[in-house]
């Protein structure tokens, strides 16, 4: 655990303005929140609405639902639907002890970002959604009918909206608080879609003249699949599938594999390891110092810091020489990155691949692959074409968690309401977007056909990396316009 107590730690937020929704921010870093460990985090903002007088309940799938009247004389206004997700992506640096079912995220400011001490922050979406109660918590401010709606594991494939209740959000306009770029708002996004493969396969005892160590790539920046993946970053998962495919030729057997924790996230690290011939582990080791020195050059401006590292190990067992050969060349086979760019929206990854997990460990092998499209028919083949390699080279594959894209409506009326008021509040009109990650707007919008959404929030830079962090000006400014749009709303 990172030293220190949640009653310490983040003592600082509470100074930040808008104090409102840092002070409920700071709940959120100080209340563990991984995906799939949300209740702490529920159980302390229902207590905090019973406190209110707030109405409060929880559908099937665990979102939780908070209502407030809207204040006098503006009770037939049209209702407004804040929403965000509570949990957050769980990565940590390599060292960093920290326990995300159990230890406070501890925060600190540096040159105008708050950001976190060697893990994910989770800003992202933790500051959309203590938006959203922090406009509960106001006491002068003019509004209609109000709901905060929060939803559970998003991080994890949108789980919460997808089993989103039907007929129980009452309001038809929708505040979507998970965009992370300031003067930018959103009206449409890629759907997804999950590979994924669990297998047992045979080990054999490692007999005879081998050299077992332990291989690793490193240093990469990692980030979001779907708003990085157009960057260039480079999948450790990528690199060190090339660098065991390069060995193959030596005798390769594959001992176990890490990389990565979370399908939407690019790997940053991961590591093999393996057993060679004696007489191979000279050459080997020289290529590996050849191959780091390939990525450094390739990977110039975007990821330059990569290093490919090798240790020593032991093991007394290792997958065949057959079964390497198969899995390595399927995960150096693999599609990462941008597979289109969009025609409709220019400048946007209309489909992309992300590989995100791959582990051996035991003998059996996992792996999590995610795909993202503007278009879901490309989604689908994309899906399909992937399955069909993990088929080939002979292991079993479930295509699952599909989820649809959100269809921009630049017409809508509520984003020309959205405009007129950020242009009011900023001096500049917004950017309208239409996005490569995944948003929830897509699920709920097939829940409730006729709700109007779009989609803002503030600058948030290093989502589902240890390097994420938020800017604290930009939280000020978000916080106004969503204010001035409660209000602007009131009067409708």
């Not at 983040?10 to 209340?31: G, I, S, V, Y």
């Not at 242009?423 to 977007?433: A, F, L, S």
Request: hydrophobic share 45%; aromatic share 6%.
């Amino acid at each position: 655990m990172i030293n220190g107590e949640p009653d310490v730690v983040n003592a600082h937020l509470e100074q930040l303005e808008p104090k409102l929704l840092w002070q409920h921010f700071r709940t959120f870093c100080d209340t563990p929140r991984p995906s799939w460990h949300e209740d702490a985090i529920l159980s302390k903002i229902e207590a905090w609405a019973d406190e209110r007088g707030f109405a409060h309940e929880r559908d099937e799938a665990n979102n939780l639902r908070i209502v407030k009247p809207a204040t006098a004389g503006h009770e037939n206004a049209p209702g407004v639907v804040m929403q965000g997700h509570v949990d957050m992506v769980a990565e940590s640096d390599a060292g960093v002890d920290h326990d995300f079912e159990t230890d406070p995220i501890v925060t600190f400011v540096e040159d105008g970002w708050l950001k976190a001490r060697g893990t994910t922050l989770g800003a992202d979406n933790g500051i959309g959604a203590a938006a959203g109660l922090a406009i509960l918590d106001e006491t002068d401010l003019e509004h209609g009918p109000l709901e905060v709606l929060l939803t559970v594991a998003e991080e994890v494939s949108l789980v919460g909206a997808a089993h989103l209740a039907p007929n129980w959000v009452n309001g038809r306009l929708l505040l979507n608080l998970d965009t992370e770029e300031e003067g930018e708002v959103c009206i449409g996004c890629a759907g997804g879609a999950n590979v994924t493969t669990e297998t047992e396969l045979a080990e054999h005892p490692l007999e005879g003249n081998l050299t077992v160590f332990k291989i690793g790539v490193n240093g990469l920046t990692g980030g979001h699949s779907g708003m990085d993946i157009d960057t260039g970053r480079a999948s450790a998962n990528r690199l060190l599938a090339r660098a065991l495919h390069q060995l193959l030729p030596l005798g390769l057997r594959l001992v176990d594999y890490d990389g990565g924790r979370m399908d939407n996230a690019i790997t940053r690290a991961a590591w093999a390891t393996v057993a060679l011939p004696d007489a191979a582990f000279d050459e080997a080791t020289a290529e590996l110092v050849e191959l780091e020195a390939v990525f450094q050059k390739e990977l110039a401006g975007v990821d330059g810091q990569v290093a490919v590292d090798q240790e020593r190990a032991e093991a007394d067992k290792a997958l065949s020489v057959g079964d390497t050969k198969r899995l390595v060349r399927l995960l150096y086979a693999l599609p990462y990155g941008v597979e289109r760019m969009s025609l409709a929206a220019p400048g946007v990854v209309e489909t992309s691949n992300n590989i995100g997990v791959v582990q051996v460990a035991d003998g059996v092998f996992s792996a999590q692959l995610m795909v993202r499209s503007l278009v879901d028919s490309a989604r689908d083949s994309l899906v399909e074409r992937i399955a069909t390699m993990f088929e080939l080279a002979g292991f079993p594959v479930t295509r699952e968690r599909g989820y649809p894209g959100w269809a921009p409506n630049p017409k809508s009326a509520l984003l020309a309401r959205f405009v007129d008021v950020h242009e009011r509040v900023t001096g500049q009109p917004p950017e309208v977007k239409v996005i490569h990650a995944g948003l929830e707007c897509g699920l709920i919008g097939a829940r409730y056909p006729k709700m109007d959404m779009i989609s803002f929030g503030p600058t948030i830079r290093g989502a589902h990396s240890p390097t994420e962090r938020v800017d604290i000006a930009a939280v000020d400014n978000f916080y106004k316009i969503l204010r001035a749009m409660i209000t602007e709303l009131a009067g409708a």
